[in-house]
């Protein structure tokens, strides 16, 4: 499941010939990467959204089973493919402060037990082996950002730690 478009469409005019007979229009269609629109706009919101996406496709590794095997007995391929569906409304530090606050049913409080987990055992082995091209940021965001206000959400009001 993709969350970004593919493909935009930008149109061009060309400077007229030195003649000015005809007018050259011509169609250029430009592939974007995904996410290179607000790269420069807000990278720690994408980091943020980066680690928990890293979080939840990780789920159904042996080790991360495992974990949440202690908490989900049964429900543990149904906990897996929700997250899985949901992974797109994880867009920044917003939503998953919304997401860790909202602690109503066992699926979200073994979510925020996992994230914890996640931050503390996995995730820097995933920047380090991954394709991000700051992982210094990656990894100072993941120790003083997020593995902190993980753990006390209501705190959490901006990507900077107090």
Known sequence: MDCYSDDIDQYLILDEPKDSSTIIHKHIKKKQNKGSYIKDRDYR????????????KSMRRESHLEYLGQYLNTD??????????QLCSFSGFRALK????????????VFAKYLVWFLQNRASLFILNGEASQRS????????I???????PHLWNSNKKY
Do not use: S
């Open 146 to 152: 997020m593995l902190f206000y993980a753990q006390i």
């Open 137 to 144: 940021e990656y990894l100072r965001y993941k120790n003083e």
């Open 45 to 56: 919101k994408n980091i943020c959204r980066n680690i928990v996406r890293m979080a939840i």
């Open 76 to 85: 543990l391929e149904q906990f897996i493919e929700l997250f899985q569906q």
């Open 98 to 109: 919304q997401r860790l606050l909202n602690q109503q049913t066992l699926f979200d409080q």
